[in-house]
């Protein structure tokens, strides 16, 4: 203890000798900024072991202890290193700049929607345009608008710039390229007086109407080349421009059939092995055939087979609705919606049964 006592005694005697060349107003100063240290130290006892100045306690040091050389701040005690309390005056030089030379004009005004729209329409139909592209594009309209105010709008709604649009996706593709493409397939099943049963349909991308050429028991070669005459002869009397027929690699298929859609301009396109989504859309069909009428309808022989097909063939291209083509279906467009108050409250619909109930069709009745 007194050991203790003497070193404290020594180290107090220096401090009182560091003190004797300061001025009173040093002192002065001083003995506020250590008495506000306290002040902080005591309103965070307990609480944590790092010192946190909040930001008014961050101004009145800065403001108190700006007037003193650096000489002098580094010999105080403080909890903060100089530079912090320096850098504390500047942000409070900064804060004051800001609010003494805030510009008195209002900023650049909103661009009217009607031109984000059609900026943003511009884009999405075409997908190479950058916002340069598209800044003459609205100047060819008459649309006077800044450069920049076009990539800020396509900044704020989150677009990519061109490079990244120009990717184009199977989808993409393949609804641009649907008015060329066929697809067709054989289909099995089984009546019930146990026969094997093949069903050959073929369906039109862009339209999605389907055609059944037929149901066999033994599709020969002679059987599937008639079939693809069949639909040779349809095509060309319903003025199809198809280019490309996608099936798989069945041997049911024969080489005459690839010469015969040749001699109208119609090339056949193989899916690899085991790859059905190359052949997505005539596999979507035949989803929906063996779901809505083979599972659910007792089919006994070929001739009840071929009227079922034939009925669903009907119901498909003339009724049932398709997502792909908005709701509406491959002969049947969507009518238009009903405006009238009074025609939504007084409905009357009718529904005509096909297949002895299995399908059915809804009408507005007369």
Same mark, same amino acid.
């Given at each position: 203890?007194?050991?203790?006592?003497?070193?404290? @005694?020594? %180290?107090?005697?220096?401090?009182?000798?560091?003190?004797?060349? =300061?001025?009173?107003?040093?002192?002065?100063?001083?003995?506020?900024?250590?008495?506000?240290?306290?002040?902080?130290?005591? &309103?965070?006892?307990?609480? !944590?072991? &790092?010192?946190?100045?909040?930001?008014?306690?961050?101004?009145?040091?800065?403001?108190? =202890?700006? *007037?003193?050389?650096?000489?002098?701040?580094?010999?105080?005690?403080?909890?903060?290193?100089?530079? %912090?309390?320096?850098?504390?005056?500047?942000?409070? /030089?900064?804060?004051?700049?800001?609010?003494?030379?805030?510009?008195?004009?209002?900023?650049?005004?909103?661009?009217?929607? *009607?031109?984000r729209l059609?900026?943003?329409?511009?884009? &999405?139909?075409?997908?190479?345009?950058?916002?340069?592209?598209?800044?003459?594009?609205?100047? %060819? /309209?008459?649309?006077?608008?800044?450069?920049?105010?076009?990539?800020?709008?396509?900044?704020?709604?989150?677009?990519?710039?061109?490079? !990244?649009?120009?990717? $184009?996706?199977?989808? !993409?593709?393949? &609804?641009?390229? @649907?008015?060329?493409?066929?697809?067709?397939?054989?289909?099995?099943?089984?009546?019930?007086?146990?026969?094997?049963?093949?069903?050959?349909?073929?369906?039109?991308?862009? *339209?999605?109407?389907? +055609?059944?050429?037929? #149901?066999?028991?033994?599709?020969? @070669?002679?059987?599937?080349?008639? @079939?693809?005459?069949?639909?040779?002869?349809?095509?060309?009397?319903?003025?199809?421009?198809?280019r490309f027929?996608?099936?798989?690699?069945?041997?049911?298929?024969?080489?005459?059939?690839?010469?015969? =859609?040749?001699?109208?301009?119609?090339? #056949?396109?193989?899916?690899?092995?085991?790859?059905?989504?190359?052949?997505?859309?005539?596999?979507?069909?035949?989803?929906?055939? +063996?779901?809505?009428?083979?599972?659910?309808?007792?089919?006994?022989?070929?001739?009840?087979?071929?009227?079922?097909?034939?009925?669903?063939?009907e119901f498909?291209?003339?009724?049932?609705?398709?997502?792909?083509?908005?709701?509406?279906?491959? /002969?049947?467009?969507?009518?238009?919606?009903?405006? !009238?108050?009074?025609?939504?409250?007084?409905?009357? $619909?009718? +529904?005509?049964?096909?297949?002895?109930?299995?399908?059915?069709?809804? *009408?507005?009745?007369?």
């Amino acid at each position: 203890m007194l050991l203790r006592l003497a070193y404290l @005694a020594v %180290t107090n005697v220096f401090a009182a000798l560091r003190l004797l060349p =300061l001025g009173d107003r040093d002192k002065d100063v001083e003995i506020l900024a250590l008495r506000h240290q306290i002040t902080v130290l005591e &309103r965070q006892l307990g609480a !944590d072991t &790092r010192v946190r100045f909040a930001p008014e306690d961050r101004a009145f040091l800065a403001a108190l =202890l700006s *007037s003193l050389p650096r000489e002098v701040l580094c010999r105080l005690r403080l909890l903060v290193r100089p530079d %912090t309390v320096l850098r504390w005056r500047r942000d409070l /030089l900064k804060q004051r700049h800001a609010r003494t030379c805030r510009p008195k004009r209002p900023g650049r005004p909103p661009t009217v929607r *009607s031109i984000r729209l059609l900026v943003l329409r511009l884009v &999405r139909e075409n997908p190479s345009w950058g916002y340069r592209r598209v800044h003459g594009e609205l100047a %060819t /309209l008459g649309i006077k608008v800044a450069p920049s105010t076009v990539w800020e709008i396509l900044k704020q709604e989150g677009i990519d710039p061109s490079p !990244d649009r120009m990717s $184009v996706t199977w989808a !993409d593709f393949l &609804r641009s390229q @649907a008015d060329a493409l066929l697809a067709c397939d054989f289909i099995e099943t089984i009546t019930l007086n146990g026969q094997c049963q093949y069903i050959l349909a073929v369906i039109e991308y862009a *339209s999605r109407r389907i +055609r059944v050429l037929g #149901t066999t028991a033994n599709p020969t @070669a002679a059987w599937v080349t008639q @079939a693809i005459r069949n639909l040779v002869m349809d095509l060309e009397e319903a003025g199809c421009r198809a280019r490309f027929l996608i099936h798989d690699r069945d041997g049911k298929f024969p080489a005459p059939t690839e010469e015969l =859609l040749a001699d109208i301009g119609i090339q #056949t396109v193989l899916t690899s092995i085991r790859m059905p989504r190359m052949n997505a859309v005539m596999e979507r069909w035949v989803q929906s055939c +063996r779901r809505e009428l083979l599972d659910r309808c007792l089919l006994w022989n070929e001739r009840h087979l071929r009227n079922a097909l034939r009925e669903y063939e009907e119901f498909y291209n003339r009724h049932r609705a398709h997502q792909a083509l908005d709701q509406a279906a491959p /002969l049947r467009a969507v009518p238009d919606p009903i405006t !009238d108050p009074a025609g939504i409250v007084d409905l009357k $619909v009718r +529904r005509r049964d096909r297949l002895g109930g299995v399908l059915h069709e809804y *009408s507005h009745a007369a």
